[in-house]
T-cell receptor, first 111, second 113 residues
Framework: QEKVQQSPESLIVPEGAMVSLNCSFS?????SIWWYQQHPGKGPKALI?????GNKKEGRLTVYLNRASLHVSLHIKDSQPSDSAVYLC???????????FGLGTTLQVQP | NTKITQSPRYLILGRANKSLECEQH?????MYWYKQSAEKPPELMFL???????RNETVPSRFIPECPDSSKLLLHISAVDPEDSAVYFC?????????????FGHGTKLSVL
């Protein structure tokens, strides 16, 4: 069974800071890695995904994947108070339609 | 996200039977039920693709899914247990191939007395 672990558990940063979130997974055969954002009382919202080794940039978000070390990271540039949420790393298990989620990192961006 | 609607929003039950409802207006073929217990990540319960049940995770038999058409999903719960207290999310995606983005509803919070 795939295991997804995230760090840190929580993070408090000032507005404008660069945020770095980490995720490790156990199955090198896993497919895409997704990052979801979840605000209190809401469903998760997909932010960005990556499949190939390397990095991918979308707006203020950059994601890095290293399959050899089974590690993926999400970086948020110029963080805003509206970025305050739980960030969930999720691993797609091939063509099964199944996502395995990590426990999440709670981010608080202080104005 | 008003394109996936779930009802009811909140549910407080004793050992009763109840059904959760979900409807998506995205034209997606795949629909999911996820359970998120307190301090835990969402966990897949059921997955339908083109109205066929294709994934049925280890879920107590008191949970019975139903997909009456490609845009609607139901979750029937009989004789709920306190361990069933959680938020139940409906989600949809265009299909079930790798790298599909899931769109989640706002969830139904179930509290079992």
């Amino acid at each position: 069974q795939e295991k997804v672990q995230q760090s840190p558990e929580s993070l408090i940063v000032p507005e404008g800071a660069m945020v770095s979130l980490n995720c490790s997974f156990s199955d090198s055969a896993s497919q895409s890695i997704w990052w979801y954002q979840q605000h209190p009382g809401k469903g998760p919202k997909a932010l960005i995904s990556i499949f190939s080794n390397g990095n991918k940039k979308e707006g203020r978000l950059t994601v890095y994947l290293n399959r050899a070390s089974l590690h993926v990271s999400l970086h948020i540039k110029d963080s805003q108070p509206s970025d305050s949420a739980v960030y969930l790393c999720a691993v797609s298990m091939g063509n099964t339609g199944k996502l395995i989620f990590g426990l999440g990192t709670t981010l608080q961006v202080q104005p | 996200n008003t394109k996936i609607t779930q009802s009811p929003r909140y549910l407080i039950l004793g050992r009763a039977n109840k059904s959760l409802e979900c409807e998506q207006h995205l034209g997606h073929n795949a629909m999911y039920w996820y359970k998120q217990s307190a301090e835990k990540p969402p966990e897949l319960m059921f997955l339908y693709n083109l109205k066929q049940l294709i994934r049925n995770e280890t879920v107590p038999s008191r949970f019975i899914p139903e997909c009456p058409d490609s845009s609607k999903l139901l979750l029937h719960i009989s004789a709920v247990d306190p361990e069933d207290s959680a938020v139940y999310f409906c989600a949809s995606s265009p299909g079930t191939v790798s790298n599909e983005r899931l769109f989640f509803g706002h969830g139904t919070k179930l509290s079992v007395l």
